[in-house]
Nanobody
């Protein structure tokens, strides 16, 4: 069983920055793909960004050029650097991991609120 714990959420003004972190209970070198999802009030959960074991990345169009995903296999952590935040980035952000056996794990979520 993999446990994922997010941290780093909070309240920030539009144009500001936040850095989210996700700590895994096992070596993430065993985890194929990790990613961040978000869910705004009244909306479905959506993919924000992913990073593979080899470092390949994907970003949803709305965050390209503003968000950067990274992973540190030595520290078993994944991060999401969020710059130039907008009010529409307000959501609960969830850490996600997919193991080599295709098992999906989720963190408990961290709130990000961007005031305009």
């Amino acid at each position: 069983q993999v446990q994922l714990v997010e941290s780093g959420g909070g309240l920030v003004q539009a144009g500001g920055s936040l850095r989210l972190s996700c700590a895994a209970s096992i070596s993430i070198a065993r985890i194929n793909t990790m990613g961040w999802y978000r869910q705004a009030p009244g909306k479905q959960r959506e993919l924000v960004a992913t990073i593979t074991k080899r470092g390949g990345t994907y970003y949803v169009e709305s965050v390209k050029g503003r968000f950067t995903i990274s992973r540190d296999n030595a520290r078993n952590t994944m991060s999401l650097q969020m710059n130039s935040l907008k009010a529409e980035d307000t959501a609960v952000y969830y850490c996600n991991a997919i193991s080599d056996l295709s098992t999906v794990y989720w963190g408990q979520g961290t709130q990000v609120t961007v005031s305009s």
